[in-house]
């Protein structure tokens, strides 16, 4: 008999519970970046957060001898199921202090997904492949990058253990002490930039909200047949970007443009975990002064978003934008960029990326059960 019960969160008490458990259950961890607290209140609120307009999170927590031991949340996205002809849940924000415990949870919200009919289960998303997406399963030894996930290592396992199967890795690429681009590699960006006369120009926050439509445009279309990929509405899209808008270096966020068009964009962003590990998730009473001061603790950045759109594939001007990104971080003082993610079998971007110097060094996993 397992001494674990889960309870569905009802309360706001329990809420609050639900969002301080990593903090103290990482408080020892060196890797593990604490995310600000009022960032992860809003992300729970369902009157704050754009995501519920489409989706509800049903959060759960384990208790043993009186104490919180983890927990996890129920997610069923409309949006997702509708793009994708899918009946499926998710489940997101895992935690879990051994195995009992994660198959308490793990058993809760199937239960709970098969409770609305759904046919199978699929994490973890945080809440959804926008945002922070399956358990880390090597690499443990380094810190990640900006919006992205950190899980201890026995969490593939526990999973694992419950039935789940691996259904996508996820890949993030390193460039590491910014090395100089293959001699052949700029090449063919050089012999691109001669036939096509391409124009790299970067963010003009002068003109923030015409940028971030053309942003969005670009998303959608350039993603639109990805595995998984759902686009973000527009008020998602308009939060994030408010929010991105605070850490954002302009000249390493890059269009391109052929005869005058945006043709694709490759978005760079300075690794605010690099403050946030520093803070512990507290904006006070010290916190603001460190987050003002950002760029004095920043010389990592990461490049979540190089897309060309459809029409203009084919030419090569990836390899321009890789090749300019590069160039340019490391004119700004940075020492290291994440390429990340990128889907396991999107093979000619991971060929690019492994071509101009790139190095696969991390791997993150997505499961699913039939339920």
């Known amino acids: 008999m397992s001494d674990v019960e889960v309870r569905a969160v009802t309360s706001r008490r329990d809420r609050g519970r ?14 593990w970046v604490a995310p600000l607290r009022i960032s992860e209140r809003e992300r729970f609120d369902s009157r704050k957060h754009p995501f519920f307009q489409h989706a509800r999170i049903q959060p759960f927590l384990a208790w043993r001898d009186g104490a919180v031991v983890g927990r996890v949340a129920g997610i069923d996205d409309d949006h997702h199921n509708e793009v994708h002809g899918d009946n499926l849940a998710f489940f997101g924000f895992f935690e879990a202090v051994d195995g009992a415990v994660a198959a308490a949870l ?8 098969r409770d609305l009919g759904r046919s199978a289960l699929r994490g973890p998303a945080n809440p959804s492949m926008n945002d922070g997406s399956g358990f880390q399963i090597d690499a ?11 899980n201890p290592p026995a969490y593939p396992s526990y999973v694992e253990a419950a039935g789940y199967v691996k259904v996508k890795d996820l890949y993030a690429w390193l460039f590491n002490d910014a090395p100089d681009l293959g001699a052949r590699i700029l090449r063919l960006a050089e012999r691109v930039e001669r036939r096509y006369k391409p124009s790299v120009r970067a963010l003009d926050v002068k003109r923030f909200d015409h940028e971030v439509l053309l942003l969005k445009r670009i998303y959608a279309e350039a993603w639109e047949h990805n595995w998984g990929f759902v686009p973000y509405t527009e008020a998602e899209f308009d939060h994030l970007a408010a929010e991105l808008k605070l850490i954002i270096d302009p000249e390493i966020n890059l269009f391109i ?10 978005i760079n962003l300075p690794d605010i975990n690099q403050v946030l590990k520093r803070i512990r998730g507290r904006l006070l009473p010290f916190g603001i002064v460190t987050l003002l001061n950002r760029k004095r603790h920043i010389d990592r950045t990461r490049l979540p978003i190089l897309g060309i759109l459809p029409q203009y594939r084919m030419k090569g001007l990836e390899l321009v934008l890789i090749k300019e990104s590069l160039m340019r971080w ?17 093979e000619p971007m991971n060929a690019g990326i492994r071509a101009t110097g790139g190095v696969l060094y991390k791997t993150y996993r997505l499961y699913q059960k039939a339920l």
């Not at 443990?140 to 950190?150: A, C, G, I, L, N």
């Open 18 to 31: 639900f969002i301080e458990f990593p903090y103290r259950f990482y408080r020892n961890d060196p890797h």
């Open 106 to 113: 793990l058993a809760s919200v199937e239960a709970w997904a």
């Open 140 to 150: 443990f030894d380094t810190s990640p990058y900006v919006m992205m996930p950190y």
């Open 257 to 266: 443009e052929l005869d005058g068009e945006v043709a694709g964009v490759a």
């Open 330 to 346: 490391k004119a700004r003082g940075y020492t290291s960029c994440e390429c990340s993610w990128v889907l396991e079998d999107n």
